[in-house]
């Protein structure tokens, strides 16, 4: 019997990624790359669920932003990037969609393992130093730290490069079909 096998569609760019394992699944959750829009699926592209609804992905958590917008329902890993780049604080409420309790993020248990205090605006230079000679317990955390964002670097210049093909490909088809550059 195979492994079942997923396929995305990002709900912003209407892009199909797969067939993807369920371990490339659950990195792209990980990596906050999954967003409540994006539908998934797990049947060769039969039947497709918004991303919430696959249990595996554990997107259970809303997030109350300051204006009282609520985002989500997403993971822990997608409110840890969030903090990390500054887009909320602590002091945010999240909500847990089964249970329906309410709190603080300084107050969950995970803000506490959360990588936010080395990789916040304030502290970026913490993280790019390079590591001692002497080896010491951050150096495995910042290691993998690096090659995470190698891969979305890696991730970011493909992006770029395909963007930059449609670019030309679109200049060229306007510029065959009005005979001038585009302003």
Known sequence: MTAPTWHLIKAETREQYGPLTHEALLQLAAEAKISPMDKLSEDGRQTWLRAPMVRALQMDWLIQMPDQYLYGPTNIATIQEFLATGQIDEN?????????????????PFFQ?????????????LGARWPSREGHEGDAALHQRIRTL?????????ELDEALEAYRLLRQQFIEETGREPR
Request: glycine residues 2%.
């Open 92 to 108: 945010v409420t999240l909500i847990h969609c089964v249970t329906g309790e309410e709190a603080r993020l300084a107050d969950q």
């Open 113 to 125: 393992d959360s990588p936010h205090h080395a990789r916040s605006a304030q502290t970026t230079l």
């Open 150 to 158: 190698e891969r979305q670097l890696m991730q970011a210049q493909h």
